[in-house]
């Protein structure tokens, strides 16, 4: 079996372990810390319970692990404080210590709810990430980035707190719909993207098919551009808002579509936008926006767009990236190198029209 492990240094140090099988043995990788004897809390959502947490159980169970498991419905509309205080309650019913650990199993939702509650649960117990997404893997379970979305916008509460360790059986892709493993699609070629052309140039115009005949290194690559910039600057005062490239627009996307985009599909937007933009505005010397399309050529989206663009701008208005008047958004220079540039808030509507147009 072909395993890779990258160390994220962050100001706790952690490994995010890929492998195919790794999730039938999932008791083995987990860190010394973790060790029999403490209750594993499975937080997991209604698609992913029954497809894997009887795998991540058993494994535990043999091992010697009391397990317990909360699943919630599945969904962007369910990343909910509501849903938050649930598993918060579900905890305390259980009478879960702070010597006892979470297991987030599923995509990008599970893991940002399940590692705030961990952040807040006793001031903070420990947790592991099992991304169950290409999504996650690639970005949400790394970083230790964890939120649930208020009603003005997504992510709006929420804590920087680093996982224990991220363990990632791409084997569990194999029950994703294709729509669902683009989105991984899009944040992977967001870091290729952002910081490292080779790396773009590899991935672009692969297929579903492709990736996943190279998923370990491709997840491995991603985690390592990732760490780089997760190890730099925790957070994101600086570098790291480099990963926010398509966000801004994105998240507005996702929001004035009710979440009818996904969020790939609308980051994937959001980056084709603000290429687009970026030239038109005077920003970079080249439009790379044909790039991003064509890196995405075998996955199913369209670049229309069908919402308005004073939709698009109240919604961002509502981020919380923005800093007094002003805000950053991210212009790609060169393939593989992006800038942050500050502007004021209201050049925000200009910039959304120039690269809808
Ligand atoms: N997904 C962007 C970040 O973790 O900073």
């Not at 439009?287 to 939709?311: N, R």
Request: aromatic letters at 10%; charged letters at 25%; hydrophobic letters at 40%.
């Amino acid at each position: 079996m072909k395993i890779k492990k990258i160390k994220i240094n962050a100001k706790t140090p952690y490994d995010v372990i890929v492998g195919k099988g790794l999730l039938p043995e999932l008791a083995a990788y987990l860190p010394n810390e973790l060790h029999v004897g403490k209750t594993a809390v499975i937080i997991t959502d209604s698609n992913v319970m029954p497809l894997y947490e009887p795998l991540a159980r058993k494994s535990l169970e043999d091992a010697g692990y009391k397990v317990i498991s909360h699943a919630f419905e599945s969904g962007e509309k369910h990343k909910t404080p509501e849903e938050l205080i649930k598993i918060l309650n579900f905890m305390a019913d259980n009478k879960v210590t702070r010597s006892d650990f979470i297991i987030a199993l599923g995509g990008g939702i599970t893991g940002d709810m399940a590692g705030f509650a961990a952040g807040v649960y006793l001031r903070g117990i420990d947790y592991v990430q099992i991304p169950t997404t290409f999504l996650a893997a690639v970005d949400s379970s790394v970083g230790g980035k964890t939120a649930v979305n208020l009603n003005a916008g997504k992510n709006l509460a929420g804590l920087f707190y680093q996982p224990s360790v991220v363990i990632c059986d791409p084997d569990v892709f194999e029950t994703l719909d294709d729509l669902t493993f683009a989105d991984g699609v899009s944040e992977a070629i967001k870091h290729g993207f952002i910081l490292d052309g080779e790396f773009f140039l590899k991935l672009k115009g692969k297929t579903r098919a492709q990736y996943m005949d190279d998923i370990v290194e491709i997840i491995a690559r991603n985690v390592e551009i990732k760490g780089e910039i997760v190890g730099a600057d925790e957070f994101e005062r600086g570098k790291r808002q480099l990963l926010n490239f398509g966000h801004t627009a994105g998240h507005a996307i996702e929001k004035c579509t009710d979440h009818a985009y996904t969020h790939g599909q609308a980051v994937a937007a959001g980056m084709f936008i603000m290429s687009r933009a970026g030239y038109k505005k005077g920003f970079c010397e080249q439009d790379f926006s044909s790039e991003i399309s064509e890196a995405l050529v075998a996955f199913p989206w369209q670049f229309t767009f069908k919402f308005s663009v004073e939709d698009m701008y109240q919604a961002a208005l509502s981020d919380k990236k923005r800093s007094g008047g002003k805000i950053n958004i991210i212009i790609p220079e060169s393939v593989g190198k992006c800038v942050i540039k500050e502007i004021n808030a209201e050049e925000l509507y200009e910039i959304f029209e120039l690269g809808v147009k």
